[in-house]
């Protein structure tokens, strides 16, 4: 009979009496799924010290999981999530978290493009496999679970991201300088946006006497002449501005910044 998935996946193994740092006797407290001391049925409770020593900690670095999933590989992926799912329950918070982070390392969503594997990226844009990041991906023909042969560091497909991210920002906007830049906006013109800063401070909360971050109303008026439909941060490339002024270019301007 299978182990119990979800110590395989989600517990350290147990530590010994020495290592943990218990005295003999009855000091073992006995834990729920997600590591929390249960009390006793009889009006008994478990000892509230945060210095609680355990026989047995959950593993929150997620190391278990990669092992399984090292284990699995090969196996038609259904069987693998089936397995996954049966046994790691979504009320334990501690299991769903293992859950969540499946995604992270499982590229689930592969498809060959020009013999080229691409997956889709936390980011929500799709990647070639080797730059995702990802430790397995499921084979889109086979539905296999295979290991990413070819993967990146996250570091190095995060920079690889923002290499394409600034790729594309350069087909659609220039700066000229600090307050001014030029966008292709849904028109198919090009503009010129003057911007100025969102104006913070700090507000006191009458009732609570807490402190809260407020900000002055502002119209963008490249939002509101329905001219994007980008957040502000990824239009201009920055947070914590809006367009304040907007004008199209003229022939001759577009010509002399080269924007085609």
Same mark, same amino acid.
């Given at each position: 009979?299978?182990k119990d998935m979800s110590k395989v996946i989600v517990e350290r193994p147990r530590l010994g009496r020495s290592r943990a740092?218990?005295?003999?006797?009855?000091?073992?407290?006995?834990?729920?799924?997600?590591?929390?001391?249960?009390?006793?049925?009889?009006?008994?409770?478990?000892?509230?010290?945060?210095?609680?020593?355990?026989?047995?900690?959950?593993?929150?670095?997620?190391?278990?999981?990669?092992?399984?999933?090292?284990?699995?590989?090969?196996?038609?992926?259904?069987?693998?999530?089936?397995?996954?799912?049966?046994?790691?329950?979504?009320?334990?918070?501690?299991?769903?978290?293992?859950?969540?982070?499946?995604?992270?390392?499982?590229?689930?969503?592969?498809?060959?493009?020009?013999?080229?594997?691409?997956?889709?990226?936390?980011?929500?844009?799709?990647?070639?496999?080797?730059?995702?990041?990802?430790?397995?991906?499921?084979?889109?023909?086979?539905?296999?679970? %295979?290991?990413?042969?070819?993967?990146?560091?996250?570091?190095?497909?995060?920079?690889?991201?923002?290499?394409?991210?600034? #790729?594309?920002?350069?087909?659609?906007?220039?700066?000229?300088? #600090?307050?001014?830049?030029?966008?292709?906006?849904?028109?198919? #013109?090009?503009?010129?946006?003057?911007?100025?800063?969102?104006?913070?401070?700090?507000?006191?909360?009458?009732?609570?006497?807490?402190?809260?971050?407020?900000?002055?109303?502002?119209?963008?008026?490249?939002?509101?002449?329905?001219?994007?439909?980008?957040?502000?941060?990824?239009?201009?490339?920055?947070?914590?501005?809006?367009?304040?002024?907007?004008?199209? %270019?003229?022939?001759?301007?577009?010509?002399?910044?080269?924007?085609?």
């Open positions: 009979m299978r740092g218990l005295k003999p006797g009855r000091t073992r407290v006995i834990v729920d799924d997600d590591g929390e001391p249960l009390r006793a049925s009889r009006g008994g409770r478990a000892p509230k010290s945060d210095k609680l020593q355990k026989t047995k900690n959950l593993n929150e670095n997620l190391n278990p999981l990669k092992r399984y999933l090292a284990s699995q590989v090969g196996r038609p992926w259904r069987k693998v999530y089936s397995e996954i799912s049966e046994h790691l329950k979504p009320t334990s918070t501690v299991q769903q978290h293992v859950r969540d982070h499946l995604d992270d390392f499982v590229a689930t969503k592969a498809r060959s493009v020009k013999g080229v594997l691409w997956a889709e990226t936390r980011w929500g844009k799709p990647m070639p496999l080797s730059e995702t990041g990802h430790l397995y991906y499921v084979h889109p023909r086979t539905r296999l679970l %295979l290991k990413n042969e070819s993967r990146l560091s996250w570091k190095q497909a995060e920079r690889n991201f923002r290499k394409l991210d600034e #790729a594309e920002r350069a087909k659609r906007m220039r700066v000229i300088d #600090a307050t001014t830049q030029v966008h292709l906006l849904k028109d198919g #013109a090009w503009w010129e946006v003057k911007l100025a800063k969102v104006k913070q401070y700090q507000k006191r909360d009458p009732h609570s006497g807490g402190y809260y971050t407020a900000q002055d109303r502002y119209t963008d008026v490249v939002h509101s002449a329905k001219l994007s439909g980008m957040a502000g941060e990824k239009l201009y490339g920055r947070a914590g501005v809006y367009a304040s002024e907007k004008r199209q %270019l003229s022939k001759a301007e577009i010509k002399r910044l080269k924007l085609r």
